[in-house]
Every structure is written in C-alpha cells, then in structure tokens.
C-alpha cells in the first residue's frame, strides 16, 4: 500500500487556518485584547456536575472460575501429568480465530 502524504494546511474561505487562542488560553503574541486584565474571566474550573450514580445491575459479579480446579490443573502442569495433546490445542486456537474474524 502506497504511503499517504499530507500537505500544508490551507485556509478554506474565509476561516484562518490557525487558532484564536494557544491551548492554554493564553492570548497570541500581538493580538490586541479589548478588555483590560482584571475584567477578563480568569481560568475557571468546570461547574459542579451531579456525580455519577452506579448501578447494582451493571456489576458482573466474581467471575465463574472454580479456584480448585485451576489449582489443580497448575499443580499437574508443574508435576508434568496433565495430558497436553498438541492436536487438540492448535485445533481449539484455530476454532478461537475463526469465531474471531466471523461477524456476528
């Protein structure tokens, strides 16, 4: 696939293409303000909003693991008596991508 280039922005009609004011809210060097410095607002914070309520039926809950059994699937891993087939597990991540790239 061929590279994207972007040019210099341009001004389209009559919007310059440069902001008013820097993201800091500072004024730009040489633009002329008309209200003098203690009548101009200061930075405010934003108004007090209601907080925001959760709610009991968005909580999923612990999750369904049985803590024994990973237990005991970690122990015979580690003693080398879990049964690993490597058929059984390349087929199990190949059904895993396809239900990925299926839409639904």
Avoid: F
Wanted: aromatic share 0%.
């Amino acid at each position: 696939m061929p590279p994207i280039e972007v040019g210099p922005a341009q001004s389209i009609g009559s919007i310059p293409s440069r902001p008013a004011r820097p993201s800091g809210g500072e004024e730009l060097l040489g633009a002329a303000s008309s209200a003098p410095a203690s009548a101009r607002p200061e930075a405010n914070p934003a108004p007090s909003l209601p907080a925001v309520e959760t709610s009991a039926a968005l909580d999923p809950g612990d999750a369904p693991v049985d803590i024994d059994r990973v237990s005991q699937i970690r122990k015979a891993v580690e003693a080398g008596t879990y049964p690993l087939v490597p058929a059984q597990i390349a087929d199990a991540m190949i059904a895993a991508g396809v239900m990925l790239r299926t839409p639904k």
